[in-house]
């Protein structure tokens, strides 16, 4: 008879093979580490699916990698459909680089350190897209920051929550993104009203440039350029 510590070692050893057998058969590559992905970035990919944005012209552009799991599932997608097409990741690599606190009281870097734990971020993000040819790192703030692309298919917004910030991060992708691209946009409808009441203010003044958005939830807005 196994110890009750064994046994749930076998269980949770089981449970993260058959995870990752599903992910490989749905996706056609393996995931990254399940602590790497605190979004769930299948529910990008779905969308990046469903509108084909592969078939666009124009780079993929991620503001806010923190530990590197999204950016390996976007990095892995875009191999797999289209080869040409770079995954461009910025990130300041500062957890406490954001102020802002939730309507419960936390503040971003004590989330973000709890995620994180004693490693260094850069260390960690490093770790779980080693081995991801497709992507180009820059580390800087994104509001001032060279984005390497004039051009983008799709974008995924999910960088410093300051409603100055979420400004730029909206303008600086929507003057990129294509004609039927899209972009998304994290903690929309969440316990950041700030995000919130930022990003209505830059739909309304680029209405008459959408096609169509749309929400996933719990906390994702997609706004498709027309």
């Known amino acids: 008879m196994l110890p009750l510590r064994a046994l749930r070692q076998l269980q949770n050893a089981f449970q993260t093979e058959l995870c990752t057998r599903r992910f490989q058969r749905r996706w056609g590559f393996a995931p990254p580490p399940p602590w790497s992905d605190s979004v769930g970035y299948e529910s ?4 990046i699916e469903r509108h084909k944005v592969d078939r666009l ?3 993929v552009l991620e503001i806010g990698a923190l530990l590197g799991g999204g950016t390996a599932k976007l990095c892995g997608w875009f191999a797999r459909h289209s080869a040409d097409k770079r995954v461009l990741a910025i990130d300041v690599f500062d957890p406490d680089f954001d102020p802002t606190t939730t309507v419960q009281g936390w503040t971003m870097g004590e989330l973000y350190a709890h995620l994180i734990g004693d490693r260094n971020q850069r260390e960690l993000f490093d770790e779980v897209t080693r081995g991801c040819a497709n992507l180009t790192v820059v580390a800087g703030d994104s509001t ?3 984005i ?3 051009h983008l298919a799709f974008a995924f917004v999910d960088g410093s929550h300051v409603p100055a910030d979420v400004l730029s991060d909206f303008e600086r992708v929507w003057e990129r993104l294509v004609p039927g691209g ?3 946009f994290h903690d929309y409808g969440g316990d ?3 995000v919130t009441h ?3 203010s830059c739909i309304g003044r680029h209405a008459e440039e959408i096609a169509r ?3 996933r939830q719990p906390t994702l807005l997609f706004v498709q350029r027309s």
Do not use: Y
């Open 44 to 47: 990008l990919l779905e969308e």
């Open 57 to 59: 012209d124009g780079d």
């Open 144 to 146: 001032s920051v060279d």
């Open 148 to 150: 390497p692309t004039d």
């Open 182 to 184: 899209v972009a998304a």
């Open 192 to 194: 950041l009203p700030g």
């Open 198 to 200: 930022t990003l209505h």
């Open 213 to 215: 958005i749309w929400t």
